[in-house]
T-cell receptor, first 109, second 115 residues
Framework: GQNIDQPTEMTATEGAIVQINCTYQ??????LFWYQQHAAEAPTFLSY??LDGLEEKGRFSSFLSRSKGYSYLLLKELQMKDSASYLC??????????WGAGTKLIIKP | DTGVSQNPRHKITKRGQNVTFRCDPI?????LYWYRQTLGQGPEFLTY????????KSRLLSDRFSAERPKGSFSTLEIQRTEQGDSAMYLC?????????????FGPGTRLTVL
């Protein structure tokens, strides 16, 4: 079967660093996406990894290990506006996204 | 082009009524997706088009749901005889499948409330 696992909720402090983990099992694999979704808004694209390693984009970085079926999203210098849900999604062999339920990130001052 | 647009943004209807939503994708994108999302869940795939062809429809999707993309540009999603369980956010996304990359960009969604 196809499955994406990520924690339901995480809490972090403003200015700190947080790592959101995601494990995936999908039929075929064509890459791993991270999206950010603020309450009552649509998901917005953050990152895409298809090769092993770390991709850095400003305060956000995303890591992939294909052999372990594992990814993480690293957020540095947390700001209050980073409070949102973070969705992990795997692109399967049919180029369809298989979505996790999202990790709700709560930032405290 | 400013991105994917969806209309209406909100729809309140009574149980048993039909509703239709529209999605206008990013102009050069060849793929268009419809998802449904409820609180605390990730998007649930409904159907997708490549150009005007509907390539896949979720097996979980009732026959009350139908989607079209007649000219390979905008798409409509119709729900017939709505039920309270249809209340959700309906999201449209578009992408340009090029090589092995297919990044989906989402519209703002249509929030449906069935009374």
């Amino acid at each position: 079967g196809q499955n994406i696992d990520q924690p339901t909720e995480m809490t972090a402090t403003e200015g700190a660093i947080v790592q959101i983990n995601c494990t995936y099992q999908t039929s075929g694999f064509n890459g791993l996406f991270w999206y950010q979704q603020h309450a009552a808004e649509a998901p917005t694209f953050l990152s895409y990894n298809v090769l092993d390693g770390l991709e850095e984009k400003g305060r956000f970085s995303s890591f992939l290990s294909r052999s372990k079926g594992y990814s993480y999203l690293l957020l540095k210098e947390l700001q209050m506006k980073d409070s949102a849900s973070y969705l992990c999604a795997s692109l399967d062999s049919n180029y369809q996204l298989i979505w996790g339920a999202g990790t709700k990130l709560i930032i405290k001052p | 082009d400013t991105g994917v647009s969806q209309n209406p943004r909100h729809k309140i209807t009574k149980r048993g009524q039909n509703v239709t939503f529209r999605c206008d994708p990013i102009s050069e994108h060849n793929r268009l997706y419809w998802y449904r999302q409820t609180l605390g869940q990730g998007p649930e795939f409904l159907t997708y088009f490549q150009n005007e062809a509907q390539l896949e429809k979720s097996r979980l999707l009732s026959d009350r749901f139908s989607a079209e993309r007649p000219k390979g540009s905008f798409s409509t999603l119709e729900i017939q005889r709505t039920e309270q369980g249809d209340s959700a956010m309906y999201l449209c996304a578009s992408s340009l499948l090029a090589g092995t990359t297919d990044t989906q960009y989402f519209g703002p969604g249509t929030r449906l409330t069935v009374l």
